[in-house]
């Protein structure tokens, strides 16, 4: 085996070094407050009773047939219709970036990171106040905002976030050789 002078130990180079970008970690994984389900599960609950209530009441067969029609008509655009919708909307934070996905049939996924610096703010209303979760706008001033919508535990998101930009910060070495080196805090 021919020893490099690049690598501790005289192993090639691929195997002694370390990676150069620290591995990315999930900090967080978030959806919009599930307060937005709570009609759906009361539709969901109350449906089944209103339609056998329906059925006691009404006997024409054509009465049962529209009974069943609109009963399953109401649980696919009031009940399946919003829990898909908010399943197929999140966000996840990690050490690096923020990602967020959304769509059913037409995907978008779009993602900041954090090296590049960006605007925070929290825009709440009376509802979600009480219930202490929020609007995160992200703004880097190059593209349209990024907007999480209704957050649980928006503060705590906040903070997360300015903690994350400020770790991920480009900030230039002191003792660099050259002009443009740069190294990352971490």
Known sequence: MVDSPN?????????GSRPSVPTERVVARLRSHARILFWPALIFIALPGVSFYSFSVFTERWQHTLIGILATLAFLFLVLLPYILWLN?????????IIVRRGFFVRERREVFHSRGYHIALKRTWLQSAFRSGDIVISSGVEKPLVLRDVPGANAVLETLHDLVEKNQVVLSPHAGS????????
């Open 179 to 186: 002009v443009g080196t740069a190294t990352t805090a971490f």
């Open 7 to 15: 690598a501790p130990g005289g192993m090639p180079p691929e195997i």
């Open 89 to 97: 909307r999140r966000s996840t934070l990690t050490t690096r970036r």
